[in-house]
């Protein structure tokens, strides 16, 4: 008898455990929100300074969307000091470190045979970008 009233309590402070714990809020990233909240970034304020293949420096090679297309830590290196670890909060939010997350994709795309063999500007396609 005594064993049922354990179960009777147990089990649902149990389960509030594991469903608090699967549905409170992390400070990992969520994909769904794309890098909304892992980095402080304007095309805008870039646009000015730079040019798109100067950090999008895989994109120039690239024959898929699945390859990586964001820039990396190494390209920001080339005009940002990045060794500095008190610099991080200039671009990251609240100490987030992560990889741009880079949505996966089914559309097939060659950006070499339209950077090169056509001589397209990004922003034929990517209309508006730098104003984000």
């Known amino acids: 008898m005594k064993l049922k009233y354990i179960y009777f309590y147990t089990l649902p402070l149990i389960i509030g455990v594991i469903l608090f714990a699967a549905f409170s809020s992390s400070k990992a990233p969520d994909p769904a929100q794309g890098n909304k909240g892992i ?3 304007s095309h805008k304020v870039h646009k000015d300074v ?7 420096t895989a994109v120039p090679t690239s024959k898929s969307l699945n390859d990586r297309l964001l820039p990396n830590h190494n390209d ?7 060794s500095d670890e008190k610099n991080c ?8 470190n992560e ?3 880079q949505p996966k ?4 795309f060659n950006h070499a045979s339209h950077l090169k063999d056509q001589k397209l ?8 970008v730098d104003e984000v």
Not at 76 to 82: F, L
Not at 105 to 108: F, K, W
């Open 105 to 108: 994709t089914g559309l097939i």
């Open 89 to 96: 909060n200039k671009c990251h939010y609240d100490n987030i």
């Open 76 to 82: 920001c290196s080339t005009c940002h000091d990045v």
């Open 121 to 128: 500007k990004c922003e034929t396609c990517h209309k508006g």
């Open 50 to 56: 730079t040019d798109c293949e100067s950090c999008h």
């Open 99 to 101: 990889p741009l997350i």
């Open 39 to 41: 980095i402080k970034f």
